[in-house]
């Protein structure tokens, strides 16, 4: 049998269809014997056996033939010398041949790896009679299909698959030659990445001229080196081009908020005018001087760091005259404006181009971050009224804020409380409108639009346990697009919450794993219902305070809530747990388990359906997608002109893109239960998706 041959060696395969039919077959219908270049196998055992016995092989330790990896192409014999090799037992000098034939090696995998996306991504685009491919295979573009099981396979979100199978195609026709040399592990993933990525902008012409510019070097450049490169080749290349992206970028330009990894964010412009940016850039660091040679402690990059939050928040404190300057004048050591900060700054701080004390290297961010929680719901949901302040204590405004400035509009520069190095200005608990300072913008009576979770515009979701609220549970919080926030933190934002009356409260009732059972809803009271409204914003646009039923019982805590809005909250948790159990109770004695107590006879479902299907599903059904629920569509998973019912048992939230994607060809959704919900592909591969869970 031939071991080569696809058919001798997938009998499972074959059973479930996936079989090739491509076996070799004989001139009498039966697979070859043996293959031509087995002809010569016992001489070439039989030269071998005479070299070894005349003396001229012998056996050549591993650690002695380690040099000859780095001969060794790409590729299985490669592989199969790395199984059996272990750096212990090699020399110095072979480790780096070792450390560099790994990474040929992974170069090879995930050029295979990217070539098999680019066939799944060929022929679905083929199948697609609104897609199609060419004669080679290339698709005209890729599919959402192939985009989606690669997400499923790989466990990847959305966009990611969409780069990577873009990718696969890329290095596959457009860009074959780096396809061949990731192949060949000339170059690594990171460096094909790289020139995919900077000649995208390019016709198909000229970006294979800029691949020849820089192929034969890539391998041997730094990545910085090789991006250096790109950019000078693609604007070398198309100049009249270069200049007209730049500006149609401009067009785009954004505010971006990332979460990093230790409870702090990064706020960025993305796609600013270069020249402004560097201008802006500059005052902020000409600020930064003032301050230092006023006498605030830290270093240049913590004061540039204060002086950009204090410039957007407002909080930015009167910068004083350095020691021994008149009245009203600048520090002496200041830079001019517009230019470069002094060449030798201050001996107790680092220099611009030493990183604070302490701080380490940050990776860029890869992109904004999925939103959190559902948003609007309806308003005619049942609620207590709560008089006085909802938190109790004084909320975060009545607080004294660090740096303040002296009423009197005079000449001198005054400080009070000077910023520490380790501090902050307090948190606003009230954000004036953009025109409240000085400078032109807005005025004040305005008034916001209500932003997407019913608060102000740009204000975000507070999700919280009822049990870190009330101070008995470390338990973190969750804030949308920044995602975990310390129970500190939480507490901080939902006092500042408290103070606003446009502020939605919601509480989500929750079962033993967690999942949302019932929804009800916090009104704010009528006494805080000031001329706040409307002239200013905080920054949640809504707290939601996640309840679970078993507390409810358990009179220790709700001796925490004396009053205010725990208490509340408690009370809407109850009313909702006792609705909760009627409709168990229907709901099991129901042919199929669902009463449909919910259900709604029209097309739409009522606000307190999607109240709660939002919550119960908190993200898009889809496994691999983090979108979240209130932004995306309520599906009829049976649809509805089909007979399906407008019912919690037949409805879940799909992102816009994945609700397309469910009416493809070959794909299906099913619900086994509310909540529960199971995707097949075209290719019959099945994935569950089971109910969001909150913390408790």
Not at 565 to 577: E, F, H, T
């Amino acid at each position: 049998m031939d071991p080569e041959a696809p058919g001798d060696f997938v009998s499972d395969d074959r059973a479930a269809g996936w079989a090739g039919q491509d076996e070799q077959v004989g001139p009498g219908g039966q697979a070859d014997e043996f293959p031509a270049e087995w002809a010569d196998q016992e001489a070439i055992l039989a030269e071998e056996a005479e070299a070894w016995l005349s003396g001229r092989s012998r056996e050549v330790p591993r650690g002695e033939a380690a040099d000859l990896v780095e001969s060794l192409p790409a590729g299985p014999d490669l592989a199969g010398w790395l199984a059996i090799c272990s750096p212990g037992e090699l020399e110095s000098a072979a480790l780096p041949g070792v450390v560099a034939s790994y990474r040929r090696l992974t170069s090879w995998a995930q050029a295979g790896e990217l070539a098999a996306i680019a066939e799944l991504a060929s022929r679905s685009a083929a199948a697609d009679d609104k897609i199609g491919a060419d004669d080679d295979g290339r698709p005209s573009l890729v599919p959402d299909e192939a985009v989606a099981q690669v997400s499923l396979y790989l466990a990847m979100t959305r966009y990611g698959a969409s780069w990577w199978t873009d990718l696969a195609v890329a290095l596959t026709w457009r860009l074959a030659a780096t396809g061949a040399a990731l192949a060949a592990g000339d170059v690594d993933l990171a460096r094909a990445r790289l020139i995919a990525e900077a000649t995208a902008v390019l016709d198909d012409d000229t970006a294979r001229a800029v691949e020849a510019a820089v192929l034969a070097r890539a391998g041997t450049d730094t990545t910085s080196q090789l991006r250096a490169r790109l950019r000078r080749a693609v604007i070398a290349a198309d100049p009249a081009g270069a200049d007209r992206r730049r500006q149609e970028a401009e067009r785009h330009a954004k505010v971006g908020f990332y979460p990093d990894q230790d409870d702090t964010a990064s706020l960025a412009g993305h796609k600013l005018p270069g020249t402004r940016a560097a201008a802006a850039m500059n005052r902020i660091t000409a600020l930064a001087w003032a301050l230092k040679a006023a006498g605030a402690p830290g270093g240049i990059d913590l004061l540039r760091s204060q002086v950009f939050m204090g410039l957007l928040l407002g909080t930015l404190p009167a910068i004083p005259p350095a020691p021994g300057s008149p009245p009203g004048g600048p520090p002496p050591d200041e830079p001019p404006s517009g230019g470069p900060p002094p060449d030798e700054p201050p001996s107790d701080g680092p220099s611009l181009d030493e990183p604070p004390s302490g701080s380490g290297h940050r990776d860029e961010p890869s992109g904004p971050p999925d939103d959190d929680v559902p948003g609007p719901g309806d308003q005619d949901l049942p609620a207590d009224d709560f008089p006085g302040d909802p938190l109790g204590g004084d909320p975060a405004w009545a607080q004294p804020q660090i740096g303040g400035q002296d009423d009197d509009d005079d000449d001198d520069w005054m400080i009070v409380n000077p910023v520490s190095a380790a501090s902050w200005p307090a948190f606003p608990a009230l954000i004036p409108p953009s025109g409240a300072g000085p400078g032109p913008g807005p005025q004040p009576g305005s008034g916001p639009r209500p932003g997407p979770a019913g608060g102000p515009p740009g204000s975000l979701d507070l999700t919280v346990p009822w049990m870190t609220l009330a101070g008995c549970s470390p338990e973190p919080g969750h804030l949308g697009r920044l995602g975990p926030i310390t129970p500190s933190q939480a507490r901080e934002i939902a006092d500042a919450a408290a103070t606003d009356p446009a502020v939605q409260w919601r509480v989500i009732l929750t079962g033993a794993a967690g999942q949302a059972i019932a929804v009800s809803r916090i009104p704010a009271a009528s006494g805080r219902l000031t001329s706040l409204q409307g002239s200013r914003s905080t920054v949640a646009g809504r707290v939601s305070l996640t309840v679970p039923e078993d507390i409810l019982a358990c009179p220790p805590q709700t001796e925490l809530a004396s009053g205010g809005i725990l208490a509340a909250a408690l009370r809407a948790a109850g009313r909702a747990a006792t609705a909760a159990a009627a409709r168990s109770a229907a709901d099991a004695a129901a042919a199929g388990g669902c009463a449909h107590t919910t259900a709604t006879a029209s097309y739409r479902p009522s606000p307190r359906l999607r109240e709660h299907v939002v919550a119960r599903d908190l993200t898009c059904r889809f496994p691999s997608c983090g979108q979240p629920a209130w932004r995306g569509d309520l599906d009829h998973t049976q649809p509805w002109e089909g007979g399906g019912l407008t019912c919690s048992c037949n409805l879940g939230a799909l992102c816009r893109h994945h609700h397309i994607l469910k009416q493809h060809p070959g794909w299906r959704l099913t619900q086994a239960r509310p909540g529960v919900f199971q995707w097949v592909t075209p290719t019959g591969r099945a994935y569950a998706c089971a109910p969001a869970s909150y913390a408790a």
